[in-house]
């Protein structure tokens, strides 16, 4: 497994394509004021944005944990988080929460132990330019995922509150070429039909619009000039591409059930759109590898000993 093709490109451009597991339909998002994201391009074709880069971000963040063991899939151990726990037990932690290191439950607590920690480690100050190149040493330091999937620190005592991290990794799902297939259905009541619906009683009917589309495709952007302006060295861009890929091809092949009425299957292989020439490694690759790069990284002393930081939210 070799980056070196990747050395000076600005991006790492991939698609997939996706089509229905079974049928034809499928449930795209679903907004409270705008219910399914669809819209019209220049050329007249009707698209739906399947999936946002925000619920993206959080799925390929999911596929990295085991529920099961209540810690990070086997390929990933070592790396740096923050466990919440509450009265001894575990609450939550940085890879499942939406704004990851930013979580009220890290940094609203009573105890401010880890607040102060991330205060000493990267500065109070509200005045003076941010350094983030210290500030990226510190976020791989406690949470390496928040360099792929960013964060924004809106606490003044931390540098003013003007610590911001965009994601270096984004993706999105689009479907091209849309028709509404509407449906629908009835809430049965066997033992009172005529009963009082807003106490939840009787039959209540209702219609779903759901949808075909010509195609699904995942779009997934690397941004390498990003993770080289870290200034973190090779060994941790190499880490952080390695998880990246990793995380994509899990979502790929794991993660694809996006609701009850939107289970996805890929299409032949993950495409490399820019650069070319460059292929992916597989995942059974990257599976093997990571475990030594995640040792280099931790090697130079650039991780948490140990990787897990576990704060108490009271």
Same mark, same amino acid.
């Given at each position: 497994?070799?980056?070196?093709?990747?050395?000076?490109?600005?991006?790492?451009?991939?698609?997939?394509?996706?089509?229905?597991?079974?049928?034809?339909?499928?449930?795209? &998002?679903?907004?409270?004021?705008?219910?399914?994201?669809?819209?019209?391009?220049?050329?007249?074709?009707?698209?739906?944005? +399947?999936?946002?880069?925000?619920?993206?971000?959080?799925?390929?963040?999911?596929?990295?944990?085991?529920?099961?063991?209540?810690?990070?899939?086997?390929?990933?151990?070592?790396?740096?988080?923050? @466990?919440?726990?509450?009265?001894?037990?575990?609450?939550?932690?940085?890879?499942?929460?939406?704004?990851?290191?930013?979580?009220?439950?890290?940094?609203?607590?009573?105890?401010? &132990?880890?607040?102060? !920690?991330?205060?000493?480690?990267?500065?109070?100050?509200?005045?003076?330019?941010?350094?983030?190149?210290?500030? #990226?040493?510190?976020? $791989?330091?406690?949470?390496?995922?928040?360099? @792929?999937?960013?964060?924004?620190?809106?606490?003044?005592? +931390?540098?003013?509150?003007?610590?911001?991290?965009?994601?270096?990794?984004?993706?999105?799902?689009? #479907?091209?070429?849309?028709?509404?297939?509407?449906?629908?259905?009835?809430?049965?009541?066997?033992?009172?039909?005529?009963?009082?619906?807003?106490?939840?009683?009787?039959?209540?009917?209702?219609?779903?619009?759901?949808? &075909?589309?010509?195609?699904?495709?995942?779009?997934?952007?690397?941004?390498?000039?990003?993770?080289?302006?870290?200034? +973190?060295?090779?060994?941790?861009?190499?880490?952080?591409?390695?998880?990246?890929?990793?995380?994509?091809?899990?979502?790929?092949?794991?993660?694809?059930?996006?609701?009850?009425?939107?289970?996805?299957?890929?299409?032949?292989? $993950?495409?490399?759109?820019?650069?070319?020439?460059?292929?992916?490694?597989?995942?059974? #690759?990257?599976?093997?590898?990571?475990?030594?790069?995640?040792?280099?990284? #931790?090697? !130079?002393?650039?991780?948490?000993?140990?990787?897990? &930081?576990?704060?108490?939210?009271?």
């Amino acid at each position: 497994m070799s980056f070196e093709e990747l050395r000076g490109e600005p991006r790492l451009l991939m698609e997939a394509n996706l089509k229905p597991l079974q049928g034809t339909r499928f449930q795209p &998002t679903g907004f409270p004021d705008l219910g399914a994201a669809t819209y019209t391009i220049s050329d007249g074709t009707e698209m739906c944005l +399947l999936e946002s880069a925000q619920s993206m971000a959080n799925r390929l963040e999911v596929v990295c944990w085991d529920d099961t063991a209540k810690d990070v899939v086997e390929p990933l151990r070592g790396i740096p988080y923050i @466990l919440v726990k509450q009265d001894g037990e575990v609450l939550t932690n940085s890879l499942l929460e939406s704004h990851r290191i930013n979580s009220p439950y890290i940094l609203e607590s009573s105890d401010r &132990t880890f607040f102060e !920690k991330l205060k000493q480690e990267i500065g109070g100050g509200v005045k003076g330019a941010v350094d983030f190149k210290l500030v #990226a040493s510190v976020l $791989l330091k406690y949470d390496a995922n928040t360099l @792929l999937h960013g964060v924004f620190l809106a606490k003044k005592d +931390l540098a003013g509150g003007r610590i911001k991290v965009p994601r270096s990794l984004s993706a999105f799902i689009e #479907a091209r070429g849309i028709s509404v297939a509407p449906s629908g259905g009835v809430k049965f009541d066997q033992v009172d039909p005529q009963g009082d619906t807003a106490k939840g009683f009787g039959h209540v009917p209702f219609s779903r619009d759901e949808y &075909t589309a010509e195609s699904i495709t995942a779009f997934f952007n690397l941004d390498l000039a990003q993770l080289r302006g870290y200034g +973190l060295g090779q060994e941790v861009q190499y880490f952080l591409t390695a998880m990246a890929l990793f995380k994509i091809l899990k979502f790929l092949r794991d993660g694809l059930r996006l609701r009850t009425a939107c289970d996805l299957e890929m299409e032949g292989d $993950l495409v490399v759109k820019k650069p070319e020439g460059f292929k992916v490694p597989e995942l059974s #690759a990257l599976e093997y590898e990571l475990p030594g790069l995640i040792s280099d990284v #931790a090697g !130079k002393g650039l991780l948490a000993d140990p990787p897990v &930081t576990e704060v108490n939210y009271e």
